[in-house]
């Protein structure tokens, strides 16, 4: 079965330039969600979409993070300008509607110097 | 507000020892939890959840919810059992699986 994939992998940019990853869930899972997760911390949901439909992204700061689900299916978050503390291993994940066993990918680790 | 606290960074034990990887949380009404793990070059996949009352991999967890506590036990660790664990909460009424991780606890397995 293939799983949640995740690019790039690694990613290493200057603070104030901008940066873009992409998402593409297990088929057939309606919920998306992106995580954030700082060296020694646990993950930390940044934004859940159901669809194309946002469900959560109280702790998404927007002004500098995007992340959009146009078709439904694969996902892009975007950060613009980024900061030094934005250096994070971002995981997205997906899972049935409703189902809380969530399918990690494999993340893109972010640097920003 | 929710909150899971794991309060050991690593926990160093030989193969063949009891190991016990402690969760504690905070939340008033009625929270389910969760033990996810992530091996070395892995993905973090879910270990078990406490509505199964399952033992996955000879690890169980019993969620206690005077001591507000969900501890992942194992009777003898193996040395395959070394990874990064983490406890998780997400609210019973929730629509899917908005999760609240703890800290996180390496678990080292010597031989």
């Known amino acids: 079965e293939a799983g949640v994939a995740q690019s790039p992998r690694y990613k290493i940019i200057e603070k104030r330039q901008s940066v873009a990853f992409w998402c593409n869930p297990i088929?057939?899972?309606?919920?998306l969600y992106w995580y954030q997760q700082i060296l020694g911390q646990g993950p930390k949901l940044l934004i859940q979409f159901q669809n194309n439909g946002v469900v959560d992204d109280s702790q998404l700061p927007k002004d500098r993070f995007s992340a959009e689900r146009l078709k439904g299916v694969d996902s892009t978050l975007k950060i613009q300008p980024a900061k030094l503390e934005d250096s994070a291993v971002y995981l997205c994940a997906s899972s049935l509607v409703g189902s809380k066993k969530l399918f990690f990918g494999s993340g893109t680790q972010l640097s920003v110097l | 507000a929710q909150r899971v606290t794991q309060p050991e960074k690593l926990l160093s034990v030989f193969k063949g020892a009891p190991v016990e990887l402690k969760c504690n949380y905070s939340y008033s009404g009625s929270p389910e939890l969760f033990w996810y793990v992530q091996y070395s070059r892995q993905r973090l996949q879910l270990l078990l959840r406490h509505i199964s009352r399952e033992s996955i991999k000879g690890f169980t967890a019993d969620l206690n919810k005077g001591e507000t506590s969900f501890h992942l036990k194992k009777p003898f660790a193996q040395e395959e059992d070394s990874a990064m664990y983490y406890c998780a909460l997400t609210l019973s009424r929730n629509q899917g699986g908005k999760l609240i991780f703890g800290q996180g606890t390496e678990l080292s397995v010597k031989p």
């Open positions: 088929s057939g899972h309606a919920t």
